[in-house]
């Protein structure tokens, strides 16, 4: 299957996760009435998920809060309404019907991220609030096991329209990532390398280039290759072997 082309906004690189999150938030903003309006876009740490969140919200003009462990319920909707830049009432009750009537006023969708924390919290209830009062388009983002995790509410569960999995960055994606991050020229073959260090992670993509170019600028290089690079090491998230 051809990869979909990405949107591009806000100086954030095409990548192929950009258009997975959009596809799937674009998917539950244009849904027929009668269908359900959530949907979650999840896969392991490091794989741009976030990223793809931050140019999806510039995209539809979406709220956007990411979730933090320390979150409670209350934080969890005034977070929500302070996006919104609405006063939050005193009562969690009445700040869940604040932020659905301005979901449904301003016809804007919500975008969730970090939600295995709002799972890990108990607070999932609330998000189905929100929807039941707004018929909003959601989109939750998490970690690999979010799916599993949402089947433990099943009225919330019933009410997820599609799943959107994460995909691994793959070579094109390094090569955004290297035109959107590096003033140093990197070759395609340290490039490679680079890739097949990361195994599908954005972050260790980043990293790395980053990594390339403090060295290219250590060595007075306009460009580094392979054979430049030599047998230093790129990081692929293993702590190196300590030598005593």
């Known amino acids: 299957m051809e990869k979909p082309v990405a949107p591009v906004n806000g100086g954030i690189a095409a990548l192929a996760n950009v258009s997975v999150c959009h596809a799937a938030l674009y998917k539950a903003v244009h849904r027929p009435k009668h269908l359900p309006g959530m949907v979650v876009h999840y896969g392991p740490s490091g794989w741009g998920k976030s990223t793809a969140a931050a140019n999806t919200a510039n995209a539809f003009q979406a709220y956007y809060v990411e979730a933090k462990s320390s979150w409670t319920k209350k934080a969890l909707v005034q977070s929500i309404l302070k996006e919104m830049g609405v006063e939050a009432a005193r009562t969690i009750y009445d700040m869940t019907d604040q932020v659905a009537e301005q979901l449904a006023l301003s016809g804007r969708p919500l975008i969730v991220d970090e939600m295995d924390h709002i799972v890990d919290k108990n607070a999932v209830e609330i998000i189905r609030d929100i929807y039941e009062g707004s018929g909003a388009a959601i989109l939750l983002i998490g970690e690999e096991g979010l799916p599993n995790k949402l089947r433990r509410w099943e009225r919330f569960h019933g009410r997820i329209m599609d799943?959107?999995?994460?995909?691994?960055?793959?070579?094109?994606?390094?090569?955004?990532?290297?035109?959107?991050?590096?003033?140093?020229?990197?070759?395609?073959?340290?490039?490679?390398?680079?890739?097949?260090?990361?195994?599908?992670?954005?972050?260790?993509?980043?990293?790395?280039?980053?990594?390339?170019?403090?060295?290219?600028?250590?060595?007075?290089?306009?460009?580094?290759?392979?054979?430049?690079?030599?047998?230093?090491?790129?990081?692929?998230?293993?702590?190196?072997?300590?030598?005593?």
């Open 163 to 244: 799943f959107a999995p994460a995909l691994p960055a793959d070579f094109e994606d390094a090569k955004a990532l290297r035109q959107m991050y590096c003033s140093v020229t990197i070759a395609d073959d340290l490039l490679l390398e680079i890739y097949e260090a990361a195994k599908g992670s954005v972050r260790r993509i980043c990293v790395n280039l980053e990594r390339v170019q403090e060295e290219a600028g250590r060595d007075g290089l306009d460009e580094m290759t392979l054979a430049a690079w030599g047998n230093r090491e790129l990081f692929t998230g293993e702590a190196p072997r300590r030598r005593v």
